[in-house]
T-cell receptor, first 113, second 116 residues
Framework: DAEITQSPRHKITETGRQVTLACHQT?????MFWYRQDLGHGLRLIHY???????NKGEVSDGYSVSRSNTEDLPLTLESAASSQTSVYFC????????????FGQGTRLTVV | AQKITQTQPGMFVQEKEAVTLDCTYD???????LFWYKQPSSGEMIFLIY??????QNATEGRYSLNFQKARKSANLVISASQLGDSAMYFC?????????????FGTGTRLQVFP
């Protein structure tokens, strides 16, 4: 079965360190998204990609970057982790055909100390 | 401007009763889709139901139905015959744009608690 997986599931890191969260999907979807979930804010879009070599900033992109070198993977990098980036991060993918839902990974709980 | 608004941070419902979770949206694009997702305490995001902007009928999926009022820009989720397992966070989301230019934008969520 096709799936979307995130790793690690839990991560503790120190302020100032670079951190990369992995996202891998086997749906062969062109669209991939990264969200962060915080209490009272729902899911906010960080970065997204519509295909290989394409990346776009979402509403909360400061301090984050992504790269898309193949269809399956969209890693999210925190350049210099800050305590404000402590959150739960979700990766999602969707078909570029309208009317279809996005599929989500299990989430990564990141704590910056 | 908030694209998706969920005004109910929390809702309570008794088991076997119906409950409506509110969602309003804002878009100028004539083509869009509306989604509801459920997030149980385990954390995963579970797709529940979808409504396209051109769909004439309200979407239904088992005990879930979407009360789509286009002129009012509302897309409320109705859960009939609530079960204890329905206790979770519920998110309304909108996908506007077409194919390779669309994004999925979420509301802040409603926490539903079902009591016996």
């Amino acid at each position: 079965d096709a799936e979307i997986t995130q790793s690690p599931r839990h991560k503790i890191t120190e302020t100032g360190r670079q951190v990369t969260l992995a996202c891998h999907q086997t749906w062969n979807h062109n669209n991939m998204f990264w969200y962060r979930q915080d209490l009272g804010h729902g899911l906010r879009l960080i970065h997204y990609s519509y295909g290989v070599q394409d990346t776009n900033k979402g509403e909360v992109s400061d301090g984050y970057s992504v790269s898309r070198s193949n269809t399956e993977d969209l890693p999210l990098t925190l350049e210099s982790a800050a305590s404000s980036q402590t959150s739960v991060y979700f990766c999602a993918s969707s078909s570029d055909r309208g009317g279809t839902e996005a599929f989500f990974g299990q989430g990564t709980r990141l704590t910056v100390v | 401007a908030q694209k998706i608004t969920q005004t109910q941070p929390g809702m309570f419902v008794q088991e076997k009763e119906a409950v409506t979770l509110d969602c309003t949206y804002d878009t100028s694009d004539p083509s869009y889709g509306l989604f509801w997702y459920k997030q149980p305490s385990s954390g995963e995001m579970i797709f529940l139901i979808y409504q396209g902007s051109y769909d004439q009928q309200n979407a239904t999926e088992g005990r879930y139905s979407l009360n789509f009022q286009k002129a009012r820009k509302s897309a409320n989720l109705v859960i009939s015959a609530s079960q204890l397992g329905d206790s979770a966070m519920y998110f309304c989301a909108m996908r506007e744009g077409h194919g390779n230019t669309d994004k999925l934008i979420f509301g802040t969520g409603t926490r539903l608690q079902v009591f016996p």
